[in-house]
């Protein structure tokens, strides 16, 4: 079965500080793809960050990054230089080769950047 | 990014009725199409894959003649809650699926906005 565990419900983080977001992913297919989504109160989902199976670098993107432990199965994301723009839920997901890019999701975590 | 839109963002709607929300992908061609819900302080729960000119795939334990879908053409796909009671009262998010990324051979979702559906 494909599952996606995000163990962090709640995280705190003050302002310009960094903050790593767990996510674990359980899969017996070489092949996928690991993406990141914000998701603030109006309910829109923004695509962070992606993540190939493949892939030998670490993705980046701006103050995002995606801290990729293959043989670990996580996929954690990184937000350097927090912001209070940043407050919002961040769901993990994966999609499998064969599932038409078909994405399961985590539970999330909700980040609260203070000041 | 990508931008989907959806139409209607919030509607309220008496128990019994039909609601239509049409999820449009604004400057790309998306051959395919998803459809979630989400309740309060929940994840996204997929309900339908829809590929443009074939009929939508559903999850398990959706029922396909609640949630009507359409994927009339490559921007824009439409779900209707048919005989739509409160507990059908949800968000209701569609994404659009473009190009393929590398030798995942998958593809990046970009989300519509959401919408809001109470059913009194």
């Known amino acids: 079965a494909q599952k996606i565990t995000q163990t962090q419900p709640g995280m705190f983080v003050q302002e310009k500080e960094a903050v790593t977001l767990d996510c674990t992913y359980d899969?017996?297919?070489?092949?996928?793809?690991l993406f990141w989504y914000k998701q603030p109160s109006s309910g829109e989902m923004i695509f962070l960050i992606y993540?190939?199976?493949?892939?030998?670098q670490n993705a980046t993107e701006g103050r995002y990054s995606l801290n990729f432990q293959k043989a670990r199965k996580s996929a954690n994301l990184v937000i350097s230089a927090s912001q209070l723009g940043d407050s919002a839920m961040y769901f993990c997901?994966?999609?499998?080769?064969?599932?038409?890019?078909?994405?399961?999701f985590g539970t999330g975590t909700r980040l609260q950047v203070t000041l | 990014g990508a931008v989907v839109s959806q139409h209607p963002s919030r509607v309220i709607c008496k128990s019994g009725t039909s609601v239509k929300i049409e999820c449009r992908s604004l400057?790309?061609?998306?051959?395919?199409m998803f459809w979630y819900r989400q309740f309060p302080k929940q994840s996204l729960m997929l309900m339908a894959t829809?590929?443009?000119?074939?009929?939508?795939?559903?999850e398990q334990g959706v029922e396909k003649d609640k949630f009507l879908i359409n994927h009339a053409s490559l921007t824009l796909s439409t779900l209707t809650v048919t005989s739509a009671h409160p507990e059908d009262s949800s968000f209701y998010i569609c994404?659009?699926?473009?190009?393929?990324?590398?030798?995942?051979?998958?593809?990046?979702?970009?989300f519509g906005p959401g919408t809001r559906l109470t059913v009194l």
């Open positions: 400057d790309f061609q998306a051959t395919t």
């Open positions: 993540q190939g199976s493949y892939d030998q």
């Open positions: 829809s590929n443009e000119g074939s009929k939508a795939t559903y």
């Open positions: 994404s659009g699926s473009m190009a393929s990324f590398g030798l995942y051979g998958g593809a990046t979702q970009y």
């Open positions: 899969t017996s297919d070489p092949s996928y793809g």
């Open positions: 997901a994966l999609a499998w080769t064969g599932t038409a890019s078909k994405l399961t």
